[in-house]
């Protein structure tokens, strides 16, 4: 019976999504009330209260309870739309229920999706807002009652009903169904593929693999967990398959998918967000993420190329390995390839994001049928496949759903009670004119605040709270935002709540703490990759053309040269010399101009050549004169 609630609810959604993505949003109102309850309902079903507990009565009646009065509180919201938005309405008790049960149903869900973390905070916001005459000191303001809250909330387009709802039941719901749509048609299987061809016969291939797949799944579906839970099933096995030590299987997994929510196109949905608060086009925020990404990603597989010689891991065996030839089949190559082009033709033409979106649905769909049609697959499969696309979809925009309307209501009580100027000024006094000091402030609070909650709600948080205290100090609002993205995301892998960490140590089956710690040196030149755009604003695509190049170059120095160091491996054959060499080459490539950087960049060169010319050494001597290089970094 909740099986077939939650598959008609999915492929209500999804159809929902489907056709506004195609004809356009209803009016605000109605789509985003419309959207947010097929989502609560969903929700209800997809994560029952009591499931397999002896008060499971209770449980259900709870539901059916919250369910009616979602129903009650979005359909008078969308019957009543032009009223709303022209007269707005006092509050009544009436209205105060319903904004209420919408409350509850909305933290609720929450909790039974991510945990308590997320929900306690949009509660704190409530009661800040509420209880603000009685907080001394700076941070307190004159309170605001009830009636006046429930107008914010309910009766407006500031709080449930605003901008980051408007974005999820348009932009990031027609995104969804596009990766979905394009997994589901096997684009995924494509994707592992491609992943192991590329990388699987490199040192530390496996590891190289997981990098490889999360990023391309990541790309699509921007969110870390899904991204662990995906890949991290075939990744991890394969790694400890190959007597990869399991905390460092964990760690690859967990950093590769975070990798993909910074990560163009979607950035874990956030871009969508980031254009709406900027006000900038949703192709300037992915051009501007795209060589932090690249420099990330490089980072990654650099680190793990070194660890994996240093530790001598294997690749992935041939027979594990498709044919170049299965690969590139033009039945599995061409529908991926033509759901691109449509999408990327809709942006560049000017068009929606969304109907960019569903520009790449039809071309996904119009080439997957007649492939599968010529494979002589069943009519009954390819409904089927293109079905579960439409109700994975749904059942995807749950938490994407509900998250953003709690954050939603916290944006408003933040924008309300003006505690995000009054932390940014209290962060910009403590920081004085110091750009570095107030960015490490506002790094950390980014990273204590993202904690438990996944990343486009976390973005959202900090983006209204910190944000300001950077653009403040003169900061372009772009690079600011993209600062505290980036180490809202980075919440996901550091400790001590470090979600994707958590499920990709359960699939390791080791303990989180030791995974942790190689997520962290992993992933570290993504903690320093936000400072580097403050110093090199050029990677974000502000400057010339020219210094768009040097700002590459400095950033690729600077990568390379901090992986070296982070995976310890021998460069002179001297550890100390190789740490202060490395951090030499670090020093130049933080330093602006042409010739720290071509000084950095003959520095780099110059200690790999040592390294290669140490191992060339070894090779000749055999263990004669000549200290095991090979020993001495297990020994690091």
Known sequence: MR???????????????????????????????????????????????????????????????????????????????????????????????????????????????????????????????????????????????????????????????????????????AFVLFGCLLLHTGGGNTFMDLALRISGRSPGGAAKVATVASGLFGMVSGS????????????????????????????????????????????????FIMAEILGESYLRIAVAALLPAILFYLGVFITIHLVAKRRQLQVVPDDELPAWSEVIRPERIIPILAALGGLFYGVLSGRSIQMSAFYGILMTVLTFVPFALIAKMPLREIVGK??????????????IGVLLAGAQILVAMIGMTGIG????????????????????????????????????????????????????????????????????????????????????????????????????????????????????????????????????????VFVVAFAALMSRVAMTGRRVVDVVALIAVIGLALTPGWLTTLAALVLIVGLFMRRRGLLEDELVSGSGDHPSLHAKETQL
């Open 3 to 173: 099986e077939t609630i939650t598959k008609s609810l999915a492929l209500l959604l999804g159809g929902l999504i489907l056709y506004t993505s195609a004809t356009g949003p209803f009016e605000s109102l109605i789509q985003r009330s419309i959207f947010l309850a097929l989502v609560i309902l969903l929700g209800l079903a997809v994560y029952p209260l009591g499931q397999g507990k002896r008060w499971r009565p209770l449980g259900i009646a709870v539901d059916v309870v919250l369910a009616a009065g979602v129903i009650f509180a979005c359909s008078y919201v969308a019957l009543n739309h032009e009223q709303i938005l022209v007269e707005l309405p006092w509050a009544t008790p009436r209205d105060m229920l319903l904004t209420g049960v919408l409350l509850v149903a909305i933290l609720e869900l929450s909790r039974r999706a991510i945990g308590a973390i997320f929900p306690l905070l949009v509660l704190a916001g409530l009661a800040y807002a509420w209880l603000g005459a009685v907080i001394p000191g700076p941070l307190g303001h004159r309170g605001f009652d009830l009636y006046y809250m429930t107008e914010t909330i309910y009766l407006g387009d500031l709080g449930v009903w605003g901008m980051l709802v408007g974005v999820a039941a348009t932009t990031i719901a």
């Open 224 to 271: 870390a967990v899904a991204n662990v839970a995906t890949t991290g099933n075939f990744t991890i096995p394969m790694m400890k398959r190959l007597n990869y030590p399991r905390p460092f299987a964990a760690g690859v997994e967990a950093v590769a998918s975070t990798g993909g929510q910074i990560a163009p196109p979607i950035l874990g949905a956030a871009a």
């Open 386 to 399: 293109l079905v579960s696309g439409l109700v994975d979809a749904g059942k995807g925009m749950v938490i």
């Open 421 to 556: 100027v009054t932390l940014a000024s209290l962060i910009v006094s403590v920081g004085g004119e110091s750009l570095f000091l107030v960015a490490f402030i506002v790094g950390g609070v980014c990273l204590i605040l993202g904690m438990g909650i996944p990343t486009t709600a976390a973005y959202v948080l900090v983006a209204s709270v910190l944000a300001p205290a950077l653009t403040t100090i003169g900061v372009e609002p772009l690079i600011a935002h993209l600062f505290v993205f980036y180490f809202a995301t980075l919440s996901v892998i550091t400790p001590p709540v470090c979600i994707a960490v958590f499920v990709a140590s359960g699939i390791a089956d080791t303990n989180w703490l030791p995974a942790a710690i190689e997520s962290v040196r992993l992933a570290a030149a993504i903690y320093v990759i936000p400072f580097l755009l403050l110093i090199y604003p050029a990677l974000a695509g502000f400057g010339t053309g020219w210094e768009i190049v040097l700002a590459s170059c400095q950033g690729v």
